[in-house]
């Protein structure tokens, strides 16, 4: 049984990325002002950048129907028996669930694992998807073990703005004028389903610390260590000044790691803006 691991852009994983590791992928659109673009492949971080913070209207969309059934079509086409599809998490949007009602087309051939990840912790799992899946794992095998396993995984976010939140509607109008004024950070959680607002921080500083001491207590208290994890840091348009502190503070946070940095996908940049920091941690896989 020859097995492909398929996921989608809101990963952080581009299709060089992905074409590396052996995985096929689906890219997020990104509308500009009625114009339909493909994250990885026709719009790159500082067009988006420039036109997320102009007068234009920028938004994010799940992928077509159209476009998740072709691609489908295109790996089943190379050769393959079987497909196992990871979407970003359901309780992020509705392209999970457009993705299981259309698999139902194909007889068995298309399994869509709703493993509640997103960013650097999506990518783990199709990578550890991958693995399963060169040992002889069937998808449906693997479908079981992504989802038993899907909330093995923590990321925390710190953003820069709460004009984007606000737009996006995940805070009130009221909430984000007072925030502004005070010069308030929110600190976001992602525990599987749901972006939630965690904390509060006076600076970006104080809320980078609060992301880094609430991971460590996470790490301690539900991953049993440091030794069972992996820690990664991710942002959205950073300099490279500013990624280059921050994974110094993370590393000297968590010296036992080698902590690597990933850019966040332009589909959470829409509702983030630039400046956002984020830390996620999620188990080593053998």
């Given at each position: 049984m020859k097995t492909a691991v398929m996921t989608d852009t809101n990963s952080g994983m581009m299709e060089c990325d992905a074409e590396r590791y052996?995985?096929?992928?689906?890219?997020?659109?990104?509308?500009?002002?009625?114009k339909t673009?493909?994250?990885?492949r026709d719009i790159d971080s500082a067009a988006f950048f420039e036109a997320l913070y102009s007068d234009k209207n920028v938004s994010t969309s799940q992928p077509s129907p159209v476009d998740v059934m072709?691609?489908?079509e295109r790996?089943?086409?190379?050769?393959?028996?079987?497909?196992?599809?990871?979407?970003?998490?359901?309780?992020l949007s509705e392209s999970c669930a457009t993705a299981i009602a259309l698999s139902k087309e194909y007889e068995g051939k298309v399994y869509v694992a709703d493993n509640h990840?997103?960013?650097?912790?999506?990518?783990?799992?199709?990578?550890?998807?991958?693995?399963?899946?060169?040992?002889?794992?069937?998808?449906a095998w693997i479908k079981?073990?992504?989802?038993?396993?899907?909330?093995?995984?923590?990321?925390y976010i710190t953003v820069d703005t709460l004009d984007f939140l606000k737009k996006g509607g995940r805070i009130t109008p009221a909430v984000a004028a007072i925030g502004t004024a005070l010069h308030i950070k929110p600190v976001l959680s992602i525990q599987g389903d749901k972006l939630d607002s965690f904390a509060m921080a006076r600076s970006m500083k104080k809320g980078i610390s609060v992301m880094i001491d609430t991971?460590?207590?996470?790490?301690?208290?539900?991953?049993?260590?440091?030794d069972n994890v992996i820690v990664a840091t991710a942002g959205s348009g950073l300099t490279q000044e500013e990624k280059d502190s921050y994974m110094a503070e993370v590393r000297k946070a968590f010296p036992r790691h080698q902590v690597e940095y990933y850019p966040l996908p332009l589909s959470t940049c829409v509702?983030?803006?630039?400046?956002?920091?984020g830390v996620g941690t999620y188990p080593k896989y053998e």
């Amino acid at each position: 049984m020859k097995t492909a691991v398929m996921t989608d852009t809101n990963s952080g994983m581009m299709e060089c990325d992905a074409e590396r590791y052996g995985i096929h992928m689906v890219a997020m659109p990104i509308i500009i002002d009625e114009k339909t673009y493909y994250e990885g492949r026709d719009i790159d971080s500082a067009a988006f950048f420039e036109a997320l913070y102009s007068d234009k209207n920028v938004s994010t969309s799940q992928p077509s129907p159209v476009d998740v059934m072709e691609s489908w079509e295109r790996v089943l086409q190379m050769g393959y028996d079987e497909i196992i599809y990871i979407p970003m998490s359901s309780g992020l949007s509705e392209s999970c669930a457009t993705a299981i009602a259309l698999s139902k087309e194909y007889e068995g051939k298309v399994y869509v694992a709703d493993n509640h990840r997103i960013s650097v912790t999506q990518w783990a799992a199709a990578l550890h998807a991958r693995k399963l899946a060169s040992l002889g794992k069937t998808a449906a095998w693997i479908k079981e073990t992504l989802e038993q396993t899907a909330y093995d995984a923590s990321i925390y976010i710190t953003v820069d703005t709460l004009d984007f939140l606000k737009k996006g509607g995940r805070i009130t109008p009221a909430v984000a004028a007072i925030g502004t004024a005070l010069h308030i950070k929110p600190v976001l959680s992602i525990q599987g389903d749901k972006l939630d607002s965690f904390a509060m921080a006076r600076s970006m500083k104080k809320g980078i610390s609060v992301m880094i001491d609430t991971l460590r207590k996470d790490i301690e208290t539900r991953f049993g260590g440091e030794d069972n994890v992996i820690v990664a840091t991710a942002g959205s348009g950073l300099t490279q000044e500013e990624k280059d502190s921050y994974m110094a503070e993370v590393r000297k946070a968590f010296p036992r790691h080698q902590v690597e940095y990933y850019p966040l996908p332009l589909s959470t940049c829409v509702h983030l803006g630039r400046g956002a920091f984020g830390v996620g941690t999620y188990p080593k896989y053998e």
